[in-house]
């Protein structure tokens, strides 16, 4: 689904380089994805670090696994297939996203290690950092939240390929932020990510 079917094009560079984007907003552009199990409080996260690095002067923006899905990747379903091309999207997306000097907060289930990697090497091929959050919940936690009753209804078959039930959720196995969702309060999440930017020199152009 991803190969390339356009014929007769070519690369147009720009007169501003990446270093003059980055000093005229004073940050640099980097992507920090957030993947866990479906409730593990990607989102919440998300929200929340947004709220925090605006407040800290940064421009940042969040791409929430639904929220594309309601746009960019509406014609997207769940097979393996559509899962693969939904995170190869948003991996371009999150690249451009940085690349213009946007701190890029990505949360999707993302359950695959290899579309996980595809993500993080179309960013790092082009010197963009890229920050993989592991948001671990337990399953049993996860179903016990279950804000929009997705886990029901897989358990009653209502619901097919359902990561964590009939799907497997592949977890990073080094991710550069480790956040334990079921043990962490929200406050300690976001300040555990900020603190790893700022000790990366992550935060300052």
């Given at each position: 689904m991803s190969e390339q079917r356009a014929t007769n094009?070519?690369?147009?560079d720009g007169e501003v380089s990446r270093e003059e984007r980055f000093g005229a907003l004073g940050q640099k552009g980097l992507v920090l994805w957030m993947t866990g199990l479906s409730a593990s409080g990607k989102s919440t996260i998300a929200c929340a670090l947004e709220s925090a690095l605006v407040n800290m002067g940064k421009h940042c923006y969040r791409l929430d696994g639904?929220?594309?899905r309601h746009g960019l990747n509406k014609n997207l379903g769940f097979s393996a297939e559509d899962r693969?091309?939904?995170?190869?999207r948003i991996g371009e997306v999150s690249k451009l996203f940085a690349d213009a000097g946007i701190i890029t907060l990505t949360s999707?289930?993302?359950?695959y290690i290899a579309d996980r990697q595809q993500a993080r090497e179309v960013c790092e091929k082009e010197g963009l950092p890229f920050i993989e959050?592991?948001?671990?919940?337990?399953?049993?936690e996860a179903?016990?939240?279950d804000p929009k009753g997705l886990y029901k209804k897989a358990r009653a078959g209502e619901i097919k390929g359902f990561t964590g039930i009939d799907d497997p959720?592949?977890?990073?196995?080094?991710p550069e932020i480790l956040l334990t969702s079921h043990e962490m309060s929200l406050d300690d999440e976001v300040k555990a990510i900020v603190a790893y930017?700022?000790?990366n020199d992550l935060l300052g152009s």
């Open positions: 094009i070519t690369w147009h639904d929220n594309v693969n091309e939904n995170i190869r999707f289930i993302s359950p959050v592991y948001v671990d919940i337990t399953l049993a179903e016990k939240r959720y592949e977890a990073p196995e080094k930017l700022d000790e």
